[in-house]
């Protein structure tokens, strides 16, 4: 837990903390402003927190939190009827709120999908929320706006998109698939009885959006997958023959570049050619995986990607940015405004013309951030060559950790690594045990990494097989950290194989 004890003992006048606190307290609010002075120093005490926090990463765990009560009793009080020094607020969210969390710019974070965001793109989102731009249409943000037109154009190229191709940035994967759903409906002419097909590896984010927009849940078709958790075309196809001779309407396919659990790709351009065949709308959910795209060895394995007719991506994954920068494009611009366009009275000055788009003609959201700015200012400060670097790195660790596994004694590789994740588990060789019993073992090892070791990792089931999970794509993370973590796995097992562990013993 964290100590917020520390600072007792200390002379008041020693840190900028306490310097900021009393000119704080004799400050003077004209209503909800505040003094430029005291902006300043609160902006530049928040700055020093941040680069304390990022720069102290690797000597603090991967993960800290507290029960909710403990919690609840900290923190649940009345809104203050009087203000309160703003130095000592902003203190007591760096102390008692906001290291309670999963620390997902750790370099041993491996749980879920870890990133770590540049401090460019976090400036960048402290000024567009200083700027207090609503970027809804171009009369209310022409400059942000365009900014958003190129750098989907950025992204658009990367993916080998061709020059029709447009779409957005959303604040995540579920909404970019929502609004891919729509798209997909609006296309295929609203028909009754919509049914949309996926892996079973797929993401729950895409079961919700068809619920969403109206799919029944007996009509949202989860298609089996083969040896390496990609989905089986032959499946898919007899599940849309069945289902079209039994009266339902195909209108979208969802396909994984990069699943969360395995990191499997699907086989996509083997779905485009059945999609194109069929009519029938492909999606690509590539929120994890597709910033691969910007290296070779990432647009090696992403081939037919391009095909699809929309691509859900996060930059707040791969691609190292603040969350709230997801990005969803479509190969016809126009299926987006056919689908989102709703003509409204109180905003009919903001029509300026062709040219001159209005981004909630694109998507579910009117108000809506500034989100280009953090990817901008981050490629213009360091340059794709570095975020090639970043996202190789990922891949090339993994690749690291799956022969690590293959010779240990101790491991055993559940699936080829893929993109950043690697799936394996602790099962000796020299001991033959079965499947609850691997699972008892495992589960009691991945406990210990969570309150023993200072990485973080999550654990997936792979054919109902209990998997611990490597997911590696922080470009600050090294081989150490992932070498160290896996012997401190290697440790755990054998002591609890010792111990007995995994026989309930």
Sequence with gaps: MVDDSGGKGETPSASPENELGRKA?????????????????????AAELLV?????????????????????????????????????????????????ALRLDHPRQFAFIPTAPTWPGVIAD????????????????????????????????????????????????????????????????????????????????????????????????????????????EALARAVAEDRAAGFNPIAVCANAGAGSTGAIDPLEVMADYCEAERIWLHVDAAYGGFAVVTER?????????????????????????????????????ALEKAFVVPHDMLQDT??????????????????????????????TFGMAAFRR??????????????????????????????????????????????????KLNRNVLARVFWENPAFMSSTLLRKRFSLRLCILNHTTTWNDVRETLEAIERFGKEALSKGEHDGT
């Design 52 to 100: 304390e926090r990022i720069e102290g990463l690797p000597k603090e765990s991967a993960w800290e939190g507290d029960f909710q009560q403990i919690l609840a009793d900290r923190l649940m009080e009345d809104p203050p009827e009087s203000g309160q020094p703003a130095a000592e607020v902003l203190e007591r969210a760096a102390r008692e709120i906001l290291p309670f």
């Design 126 to 233: 402290f000024m567009a929320a200083g700027y207090n731009v609503n970027q809804c249409t171009w009369l209310t943000s022409s400059g942000p706006s365009q900014l958003e037109l190129v750098v989907i154009d950025w992204i658009r190229r990367w993916l080998g998109y061709p020059e029709s191709a447009g779409g957005l940035l959303t604040s995540g994967g579920s909404a970019a698939s929502l609004d891919a759903f729509v798209a997909a409906r609006e296309s295929a002419g609203h028909p009754e009885r919509p049914t949309v097909y996926m892996s079973d590896q797929s993401h729950s984010a895409h079961v919700r959006a068809a619920r969403i927009i109206g799919v029944r849940p007996e009509c949202i078709r989860k298609i089996p997958c083969d040896e390496r958790f990609r989905l089986d075309v």
């Design 390 to 439: 970043a996202v190789s790195n990922g891949m090339e660790l993994a690749a690291r950790a799956e022969a690590y596994v293959r010779v240990s004694p101790m491991l055993e590789m559940l699936n080829p690594a893929s993109l950043g994740i690697v799936c394996f588990r602790v099962n000796p060789t020299a001991t033959a045990l079965d499947e609850e019993a691997l699972s």
């Design 351 to 380: 029509i300026w013309g062709a040219n001159h788009p209005n981004f909630s003609d694109r998507g579910l959201q009117l108000s809506r951030s500034v989100r280009a700015l953090k990817i901008w200012m981050s490629v213009q």
């Design 25 to 45: 307290g004799n400050e003077a609010h004209d209503g909800l402003r505040m003094a430029p002075d005291l902006m300043l120093d609160l902006a530049r005490r």
């Design 298 to 334: 990432g647009k090696e394995l992403l081939r037919g990607l391009e095909r699809a007719d929309s691509i859900g991506l996060d930059a707040h994954k791969w691609f190292f940015q603040p969350y709230e920068a997801g990005c969803l494009l479509v190969k016809d611009a126009k």
